[in-house]
T-cell receptor, first 114, second 114 residues
Framework: EAGVVQSPRYKIIEKKQPVAFWCNPISGHNTLYWYRQNLGQGPELLIRYENEEAVDDSQLPKDRFSAERLKGVDSTLKIQPAELGDSAVYLC????????????FGPGTRLTVL | AQSVTQLGSHVSVSEGALVLLRCNYSSSVPPYLFWYVQYPNQGLQLLLKYTTGATLVKGINGFEAEFKKSETSFHLTKPSAHMSDAAEYFCAVSGFTGGFKTIFGAGTRLFVKA
């Protein structure tokens, strides 16, 4: 079974530039998560999808961050414009259902904003 | 509201010694509890989880955890540490509070000395 795929693995950009991350979840998983992980911290939820519907985006900075999940499968997270404080690892995870099911994580995208 | 506290950002043990990583949680609803491990430059992977039933949960790689409701704890243990156990460990709590939300602790980095 293929795991959660993320690309790119690393991205270096200058502040004020746009950036996008892509995630392909495990086949059949209805729930998709985007997390941000700062150095030395645990993952913090940005947005959670149930199929194609964003059901929890309360922690997503909507002035600069956007996300979409086309046809309830792949997902893209975008930042425009990026700020220095956005430097972090962006993790995508998926699970069959939210709550009691374990989450399967991708390797993450390490973003550096200069 | 839910929260997770991991006591000790760093724990160091000798190879063959007992591993004990502490986790305390707060939840207004019956919690689902998880331990995840993260190796460098990788995503998180599940070690074990508690949903309902037996309070002593066994996971992969010889780890186990015990859910103690009276102490609101879910400490992770392993009788004998191995060099390959060196990694970052995250405790997480999930529960239904108008929608499922998973909260991760800040993590504990485990060092194993030869």
């Amino acid at each position: 079974e293929a795991g959660v795929v993320q690309s790119p693995r690393y991205k270096i950009i200058e502040k004020k530039q746009p950036v996008a991350f892509w995630c392909n979840p495990i086949s059949g998983h209805n729930t998709l998560y985007w997390y941000r992980q700062n150095l030395g911290q645990g993952p913090e939820l940005l947005i959670r999808y149930e199929n194609e519907e964003a059901v929890d985006d309360s922690q997503l900075p909507k002035d600069r961050f956007s996300a979409e999940r086309l046809k309830g499968v792949d997902s893209t997270l975008k930042i425009q414009p990026a700020e220095l404080g956005d430097s972090a690892v962006y993790l995508c995870a998926s699970s069959p259902l939210a709550g009691r099911d374990e989450q399967f994580f991708g390797p993450g995208t390490r973003l550096t904003v200069l | 509201a839910q929260s997770v506290t991991q006591l000790g950002s760093h724990v160091s043990v000798s190879e063959g010694a007992l591993v004990l990583l502490r986790c305390n949680y707060s939840s207004s609803v019956p919690p689902y509890l998880f331990w995840y491990v993260q190796y460098p430059n990788q995503g998180l992977q599940l070690l074990l989880k508690y949903t309902t039933g037996a309070t002593l949960v066994k996971g992969i790689n010889g780890f186990e955890a015990e859910f103690k409701k009276s102490e609101t704890s879910f400490h992770l243990t392993k009788p004998s540490a191995h060099m390959s156990d060196a990694a970052e460990y995250f405790c997480a709590v999930s529960g239904f509070t108008g929608g499922f939300k998973t909260i991760f602790g800040a993590g504990t980095r485990l060092f194993v000395k030869a």
